[in-house]
């Protein structure tokens, strides 16, 4: 039985070029130049193949191995952060509906916005009440911002309960600790 003799090819020599030989049946990209394998230093694919970054195929369209990304703009990704405002407005839109008691922003708030939640607030605490299809849930309908300098943020929201529209204004403020408070809390309308 002849032995086979290992071939010595030009990268055994040559330093500059990679030691492990092509895949088999490696395609070239298209527009890619010159000649030799794709995974040659400071070529088309350099960087590319086993280990080098992502083997995720770069045809996105029909009959590719993994379907195109999504750019419905309607409903916004679980990754986007909306900032301390949109918070403070749903805790203050749960305090103000009756959902949440007032002391569960006792931490908070500072200065005279836990007074003010106490007053617009509704008196009884609240409680597990059965379904009421005529009750209406309020929803938070758009919160908007304003910065009139660094560690301050005057917010507002529109609540709307139904056909009837609520406006909630807020000031926050950023401690020397970086956590956002409460610093006022206005309601005009209907309590919702």
């Not at 032995?3 to 895949?23: C, I, K, L």
């Not at 999504?70 to 203050?92: K, Q, V």
């Not at 836990?114 to 938070?140: G, K």
């Amino acid at each position: 039985m002849p032995t086979s003799t290992p071939r010595t090819t030009a990268s055994a020599t040559d330093p500059t070029r990679p030691t492990s030989p092509a895949p088999t049946g490696a395609a070239r990209r298209p527009g890619a130049t010159g000649s030799g394998s794709p995974r040659t230093a400071g070529g088309a694919g350099a960087g590319t193949g086993p280990g080098r970054g992502s083997a995720r195929p770069t045809s996105t369209g029909p009959g590719s191995a993994r379907p195109g990304r999504r750019h419905d703009r309607r409903r916004p990704s679980a990754g986007i952060h909306r900032g301390p405002h949109h918070w403070f407005a749903e805790r203050l839109l749960a305090v103000l509906s009756g959902r949440r008691p007032v002391h569960s922003l006792i931490g908070h708030t500072i200065g005279p916005a836990y007074d003010q939640l106490i007053t617009l607030a509704p008196a009884d605490p609240p409680q597990e009440r059965a379904y009421d299809a005529r009750r209406l849930s309020p929803v938070l309908h758009g919160c908007g911002r304003f910065t009139p300098g660094p560690g301050i943020i005057e917010a507002f929201a529109r609540i709307a309960t139904g056909d009837r529209l609520t406006a909630l204004a807020f000031r926050l403020e950023q401690g020397p600790d970086l956590r956002w408070r409460c610093a006022a809390v206005e309601l005009h309308g209907p309590r919702p």
